[in-house]
């Protein structure tokens, strides 16, 4: 396997007392950051209705990120497709696609936020389903020509240009993108053993595995992703896998353990204490469970930063990377979960010390393994 390459990934989440205008720049410097560090690509969310986790389109978002940076991908984290009508998702992402030249990854899911699906008037809609036409429709629309007259069975977009199309003026025509025959796509898994991952594997659709997913469970994503790829007919390339972590990388013990656990002013404490807090009151923070039987009341926020928080010395995080592999077998790359820059210094240390020595090492054991 060629060696794992270093992504970022952010929800974001900040405290909720912090200036708009300032998370906003200071997720903006993340990104530039992992450019000057040379991370492959930077994933970031989008929310309508949420305070810490602010960006309300991660495509708007990367626009102002494109002149700033030079080789990393720019890649949505995700775009939320039960929001807007799949005709709007395909020409603004073909369009960013020709902006950023290439330097784009389109990252897509439903949209899981209560609060926002309430916002636009459909907290009631099957938000799964309407991805699942969307999808479809986006992909027609880049593989077809005009008028397109797309209607396709049991799925309510139809989308056509047939009436008002005039071609001599270009009108009735949308953007196709600049990557062809289209942009990667890439889709987040939050649950263990996912359904959706086997139907990723059959499209040639990329997972990528979230941070606040034990090792084990991660480790389920790859045999469905494996299963959907095998039903096409193709062999699945570890390469395609990205599994997200959160870490923390320090010069010190001390400062690791500090910053990236037990302080009460931790970034990671507070990541958790959020994330927690979200999916216990919709039922699904037994992501966090050790098996699927295991009782609610096991699962305490001190529990899961042991489990899901790499933090230490360059040595240590090496070490506990390699021992995360070894669950779950190869994978193409590591995303970098990015949290608030409490402490702004140590932060990006551990971004530098996360690109210029662990991933290395990481590649170094890897390759004479």
């Excluded at 560090?37 to 102002?64: R, V, W």
């Excluded at 216990?280 to 098996?291: E, G, I, L, P, Q």
């Excluded at 529990?303 to 021992?323: F, K, M, P, S």
């Amino acid at each position: 396997m060629t060696s794992m390459k270093l992504g970022y990934f952010a929800m974001p989440v900040h405290p909720l007392h912090r200036d708009y205008t300032q998370v906003l720049r200071e997720d903006r410097e993340a990104v530039i950051f992992c450019d000057e560090l040379g991370f492959h690509d930077a994933f970031i969310g989008e929310h309508l209705t949420d305070k810490a986790e602010s960006i309300t389109n991660s495509m708007m978002f990367h626009a102002t990120l494109i002149h700033s940076t030079k080789q990393i991908k720019l890649a949505t984290g995700t775009t939320n497709l039960s929001h807007m009508h799949p005709v709007l998702v395909a020409a603004h992402a073909a369009m960013f696609d020709h902006l950023a030249e290439g330097r784009f990854i389109l990252g897509i899911s439903p949209g899981a936020l209560r609060s926002d699906a309430e916002a636009l008037g459909m907290i009631d809609e099957d938000r799964n389903q309407i991805f699942a036409e969307a999808i479809d429709v986006i992909l027609e629309i880049w593989e077809r020509d005009p008028p397109y007259n797309i209607d396709l069975p049991d799925n309510r977009f139809k989308v056509s240009t047939e009436v008002s199309i005039f071609e001599e003026v270009g009108v009735g025509i949308m953007p196709k993108p600049y990557q062809q025959p289209r942009p990667e796509i890439v889709g987040t898994v939050v649950t263990p053993f996912s359904k959706g991952v086997i139907a990723m594997g059959a499209r040639d659709f990329h997972p990528l595995s979230a941070n606040f997913l034990i090792d084990k469970w991660a480790a389920t994503h790859w045999t469905n992703y494996k299963q959907g790829k095998e039903s096409a007919g193709v062999v699945a390339d570890p390469a395609d896998w990205r599994v997200a972590r959160t870490l923390f990388v320090a010069d010190d013990d001390a400062t690791a353990k500090r910053y990236g656990k037990d302080d009460a002013n931790s970034p990671y404490r507070f990541y958790y204490s959020q994330l927690y807090k979200k999916l216990k009151r919709s039922n699904r923070h037994t992501v966090f469970a050790h098996d699927r039987d295991e009782p609610t009341e096991a699962i305490t926020l001190e529990r899961i930063l042991d489990d899901l928080v790499i933090c230490g010395t360059v040595n240590e995080v090496v070490d506990q990377i390699l021992a995360l592999r070894e669950v779950t077998g190869d994978f193409g790359e590591l995303v970098y979960a990015g949290t608030d820059w409490v402490d702004e210094t140590l932060s990006r240390r551990s971004m530098q010390l996360m690109a210029e020595a662990v991933m290395p090492r990481v590649n170094d054991a890897i390759g004479n393994s």
